[in-house]
């Protein structure tokens, strides 16, 4: 008496169509394939995936569905019990190149969520500014001392009130006089998403 697997292995054959090419065309991994046509029931996750791919392998074979359907049911209750993989996902079912390629789908997701995340960030905080020179804070005998800082893109910059612009690489220099004891640096930042901050640095002449 054939069996299901029987039947589509020898209509396989008859189509000189080897595993690796009714994977291709399928898009059923070649161990799958060959459980089926091996009658091992057990390598499946669930009865369902067992008809779907039996459903998928006879259209392709050009074979009556509901005829091999029955001899499935038939050999299948035949089996006490089978012990299905119960951690077996139909993304396994699938050749490795579909795999790649849905892994590379999540990939750019998980990468667009990560860019949306930083954008969304960078909307929502307040402007930054970088100190480039002086690296001290305290002086002896200087009169005025050069502030250099750098500043995000499109940052509104006032000092003590003052406009101050960013040359085209966002750096900004302005000249502090210096007195003896504290000398306060007072500035404002507007970034581009409108969000202000204000920065103090207190520079010491002795």
């Known amino acids: ?20 090419e009714v994977e291709k065309n399928i898009k059923i991994r070649e161990k799958y394939i060959k459980a089926l046509e091996e009658n091992r029931w057990e390598i499946f996750p669930s009865r369902v995936y067992i008809i779907g791919v039996i459903k998928t392998y006879t259209s392709f074979l050009n074979l009556d569905t509901n005829k091999i359907l029955a001899f499935f049911r038939r050999d299948y209750e ?8 119960k951690k077996i996902s ?47 804070r305290y002086f002896l005998t200087e009169k005025k001392i050069v502030i250099k800082a750098k500043v995000e893109k499109e940052t509104i910059v006032n000092i003590f009130g003052e406009r101050v612009y960013p040359n085209n690489e966002g750096v900004i220099e302005y000249e502090l006089p210096l007195k003896k ?17 204000v920065v103090k640095e207190i520079f010491y002449k002795k």
């Open 181 to 197: 004891g504290e000398n306060l640096l007072l500035i404002e930042l507007i970034g581009a998403n409108g969000k202000k901050a």
């Open 90 to 136: 139909s993304f396994y079912l699938i050749p490795d190149s579909k795999r790649i390629f849905y892994g590379a789908i999540f990939l750019i997701f998980f990468v667009l969520f990560f860019y949306f995340a930083w954008q969304f960030q960078k909307l929502i905080s307040p402007p930054k500014i970088t100190f480039l020179s002086p690296q001290k």
């Open 1 to 20: 008496m054939l069996t299901v697997g029987q039947i589509l292995k020898n209509a396989r054959l008859k189509r000189n169509l080897t595993l690796q």
């Open 78 to 85: 035949k089996k006490e019990e089978i012990n299905f993989k």
